[in-house]
């Protein structure tokens, strides 16, 4: 493999976290993954039993957590760690959120189940993607949104306070606030 990174002397990790292209490979990302694998399993067996005392291991799983919020499981991160969720969320179960890159919810919104928040980018020239190279750009849903069942959100998206995004809907780009947003990709029909 070539040497992609020729007089850059930033970890993988450190490279990552400036939203900069990286290989995944590093270590520190491979035992955060692994934590948050560990924490999310952990969360899932709490929240069975009984949902008020997993709150503390989502408290240690993501980056702020905002009150009264709840997650269903089962929940998918890459870290957690990069994850705010404001207060009074309700997130549905089979959230995947990939947060190689940071991944903001406001408070009050209503996440579908088998919602998809995929910051994660990948070359489109062949070469990079043989040689690993990755990057990642924020999502941001703002405050009282709600993603509807299956909804995906790509790279880099920020989706305005109060909109709704439909059913399925593939959001590829930035939807502004008090609108609803449709389709693959997702396109506003109407405001609210």
């Not at 990552?16 to 990286?22: A, F, P, R, V």
């Not at 989502?58 to 207060?87: C, F, Q, R």
């Not at 990939?98 to 995929?118: E, K, M, S, W, Y």
Request: glycine share 10%; charged share 20%; net charge negative.
């Amino acid at each position: 493999m070539p040497d992609c990174f020729a007089g850059d002397p930033r970890t993988n990790r450190e490279r990552m976290l400036s939203g900069d292209l990286y290989i995944a490979d590093d270590p520190d990302n491979a035992a955060a993954f692994h934590r948050a694998l560990q924490l999310t399993h952990r969360y899932a067996a709490a929240y069975i039993e009984d949902p008020g005392s997993a709150r503390p291991i989502l408290e240690e799983l993501v980056e702020d957590l905002g009150e009264n919020v709840d997650v269903w499981p089962p929940l998918s991160v890459d870290y957690g760690s990069y994850i705010t969720i404001g207060a009074g969320t309700i997130i549905n179960s089979g959230l995947t959120a990939l947060d190689v890159a940071a991944i903001t919810i406001g408070r009050d919104c209503q996440i579908g189940p088998n919602v998809q928040l995929l910051t994660p980018t990948h070359p489109v020239d062949p070469q990079p993607r043989r040689d690993k190279l990755e990057a990642a750009e924020p999502i941001t849903i703002g405050d009282n949104v709600w993603l509807s069942g299956g909804a995906i959100v790509l790279p880099g998206v920020t989706i305005g306070e109060n909109s709704v995004i439909g059913a399925g809907a593939v959001v590829t780009k930035d939807v502004p606030a008090n609108v609803v947003a449709v389709g693959n990709p997702a396109r506003v029909v109407r405001s609210i």
